[in-house]
């Protein structure tokens, strides 16, 4: 990116738009249920996660944090002993 110049384009709301459009192009590889190429999943997957590291960059945050953080948020959201086995949003379990 260094050699190109392209950190000037690289503002946080560009960034978060390249990762929604980069998902999006993932997404094509499963559409119509028609199996993708490793190959082409792995090029999509690699165009989302380069866009949220490089916003995490210039956001000044540690990747690994932000994801740790999240999963202890999301354990104190969801305890094993409630949704274990369950896909039910918050506030929804069945009686």
Known sequence: MIE?????????????????????ELLECFQWGVPASSDAVGGELADVLTYCLLLAAKLGLDPDR???????VTRAKYPVEKYKGLSTKHGHLPD
């Open 4 to 24: 190109r110049d392209w950190d000037q384009f690289h503002t946080p709301e560009n960034l978060a738009k390249s990762v929604a459009i980069e998902a999006g």
């Open 66 to 72: 932000v994801v740790l953080d999240k999963l202890e």
